[in-house]
């Protein structure tokens, strides 16, 4: 039993590599594409990164990075942007140009109202000159007090 006790299944697989030249290639190819698996993975991560940053996000960003996590979609950098603006992390550069021409046009048409509707001042000394009637007097008084007050 004590045979069995010092049973070394390192310094076997060693000695059959030296025997064996066949195992020991399989065994460094072996490695090589365990090596290759790694290197691809990291490019992955990479290329999928690129990506993302491609389409203006960024990966390191405290808000982006569970987004840049769980997106499933495909890594073209307009589907990635299309879809990071349907999750409203980033604004869509149309609707960013819309605001500002809205903005722009509703200046314009401030401008325009407020020279449509701008009217001369009330002569209320003409006005009180032209009335008929006390009434009519009293009328434009209260019109004159009310305007004041506005």
């Known amino acids: ?25 399989m ?7 365990a090596e290759a698996k790694k290197l691809l993975a990291e490019a992955e991560v990479a290329k999928r990164e690129l990506a993302f940053v491609k389409a203006g996000l ?5 808000k982006h ?19 990071a603006v349907e999750a409203q992390l980033i604004s869509s550069p149309q609707t960013q140009t819309s605001a500002d021409e ?4 509703q ?6 109202a407020g020279s449509q509707t701008s009217q ?16 009519e007097v009293e009328q434009i008084l209260s019109e004159a007090r009310a305007t004041q007050q506005q």
């Open 65 to 83: 990075k569970y987004f840049v996590k769980a997106y499933d979609g495909d890594l073209d950098p307009e589907a990635i942007n299309q879809a």
């Open 27 to 33: 065994k460094q190819l072996e490695k090589e594409n």
């Open 107 to 112: 200046r314009t048409n401030k401008v325009a």
């Open 120 to 135: 001369p001042p009330i002569d209320w000394t003409r006005r009180l000159n032209e009335a008929t009637s006390p009434k």
């Open 102 to 105: 809205m903005q722009a046009w």
């Open 58 to 62: 960024d990966p390191l960003s405290a």
């Open 1 to 25: 039993m004590s045979e069995f006790d010092n049973y070394d299944s390192d310094n076997q697989i060693e000695e059959s590599d030296t025997r064996n030249p066949l195992r020991a290639r």
